[in-house]
């Protein structure tokens, strides 16, 4: 994974923890939502990187 894309994807993921706790926080369930998406969308693009990590190897060997 390069560190552009894994750093992209981490940024996803605090940025949606961070929405999410502040919407709970406010009772604002549409940023609580926006921040659980925000999350999932971050962990999909780090295990997409994941695999083609993995695939990348297999082909080296």
Known sequence: M??????????????????????????DEDLEAEGRGDQAKGDLRQAGEKVKDAVKRIHKD
């Open 2 to 27: 390069s560190d552009s894309d894994k750093t992209r994807a981490k940024t996803e993921q605090a940025t949606g923890k961070i929405k999410e706790t502040v919407g709970r926080a406010a009772g």
